[in-house]
């Protein structure tokens, strides 16, 4: 299993693939040539943790081989950044964990999930310089959620609906330089929801990734229900790190790196252009990356205190802009 030493050496790829390039290995090496052969960029094995595809390129069975090998995963993504296949190197036959998972009926590690993603809502607003008076009103609510979850025993309906509350005072204000219709997942009608899928999509697959490393099934979740195909444990435990694309896409919109023009609409969604993913996703990527111990070890916490069934003051809290 791999340690947070190991964790930091490995690197995250993201390759658009342009102009006949092909990715293949020679030597325990990834290698991206050109179609002339050339190589492009190269990596050892050993350093990779997570390879983004985005767009059509071809991939060997020596290839898959080996991120089994050395324990790396592969994301492949269509022109418009969304996930059709995620291929996860992960720890295979730890039934002891599947079996703690499929017994565990209860409701206080999602609501201390939920308690750690407002705590971070309301510090993203909190740094938010010459506030109005609309968003220290917000950061006021905010904090009356956080005491409510961390001080109540909740039922799911009551968590999801001060989540739901939280996030609609939350939103208009970390966007408050923006004109914001709400957020609307997956149905991308304006360029803002589908910036905010872009990040959320980047951030789902490192979480997913890191959760195979220690063999969980990420379908069974403890807060989203189990629906078919959805990985509900990856939905949970992105939660607190949301709020770190929020504020990259705040950023973003207030240097002029995020802008409406770069997207295209086709009836009534907005696709970000070609050309720009690159862009959009070392944004992302950045911002996630900078706190990438930190996501290492709130996984590797949350296993450890899975596993012993701690007390859940015991579980890991992600501490954003603290």
Known sequence: MIDQTDFKMKQFIFYVPMN?????????NILIKDKEGAIRF???????????VVGDTTIT???????????????????NMKVYKFISSRMEGNTHLRKIQYSYDDMRIGQYIIYNKVRN????????????QLTKDAIVSLDNHINRLRNDDLEMNSILGIEGSAS???????????????RKPRIKNDY????????????????DALLNVYGFDEYYGVLHRCFYMRKSLVCDLMEPFRPVIDYAVRKGINLGQIKEKDFKVFSGRYVLEWKMSPTYTKIFLDAVLEYK???????????????KQKNIYEYPVFKYME
């Open 168 to 182: 609609r005072t939350y939103f208009c204000q970390v966007f408050n330089m923006v004109t914001w219709n709400g």
């Open 192 to 207: 803002l929801n589908a910036t905010l899928d872009i990040g959320y999509t980047i951030l789902f697959n490192i979480i």
């Open 42 to 52: 190269q990596i050892t094995c050993y350093r990779v943790f997570l390879i983004f």
């Open 293 to 307: 111990t930190e996501l290492f070890l709130y996984i590797q916490g949350y296993y450890r205190s899975f596993m």
């Open 61 to 79: 069975t020596g290839l898959l081989s080996r991120a089994n090998k050395y324990g790396f995963s592969i994301c492949l993504m269509n022109r």
């Open 20 to 28: 006949g390039d092909k990715m293949s290995f020679k030597n325990d």
């Open 121 to 132: 809502q309301r510090n993203v607003l909190s740094s938010i310089r010459n506030k109005n």
